[in-house]
């Protein structure tokens, strides 16, 4: 499975971008899905997960509820974070990662998750 997160950049503060994972290989297996971000001196931390095929059950760090939103096209192998309302304390590395089936469990732990991306940076600027 190989991951290929893009869509970061620099934005204000209160602004918005949409980050894209788009995951090949034996990638239709991989049903949970997550963000994971890492900020200047911070360890690595969840942000948003997504698993299920059908149902699409989520999760989110209490710090982007309501300001995030995660979401998949199937058929593109494809997950997709769109961030709203960005402050200057979202900024970091973000990755995305999956791991193997757990039903329609969302594990916040990164060392469940065995393939990640190569990261894509998002700055806030205040």
């Known amino acids: 499975v190989q991951l290929q997160a893009s869509g970061g950049g620099l934005v204000q503060a209160g602004g918005s971008l949409r980050l894209s994972c788009a995951a090949s290989?034996?990638?239709?297996?991989?049903?949970?899905m997550s963000w994971f971000r890492q900020g200047p001196g911070k360890e690595r931390e969840f942000v948003a997960g997504?698993?299920?095929?059908?149902?699409?059950?989520?999760a989110y760090a209490d710090s982007v509820k309501g300001r995030f939103t995660i979401s998949r096209d199937n058929a593109k192998n494809t997950m997709y974070l769109q961030m709203n309302s960005l402050k200057p304390e979202d900024t970091a590395v973000y990755y995305c990662?999956?791991?193997?089936?757990?039903?329609?469990?969302?594990?916040?732990?990164?060392?469940?998750?065995?393939?990640w991306g190569q990261g894509t940076l998002v700055t806030v600027s205040s």
């Open positions: 997504i698993s299920g095929w059908i149902t699409g059950n989520t």
């Open positions: 290989g034996r990638a239709s297996s991989r049903v949970t």
């Open positions: 990662a999956t791991r193997p089936y757990s039903g329609n469990f969302v594990s916040r732990t990164a060392g469940n998750y065995d393939y």
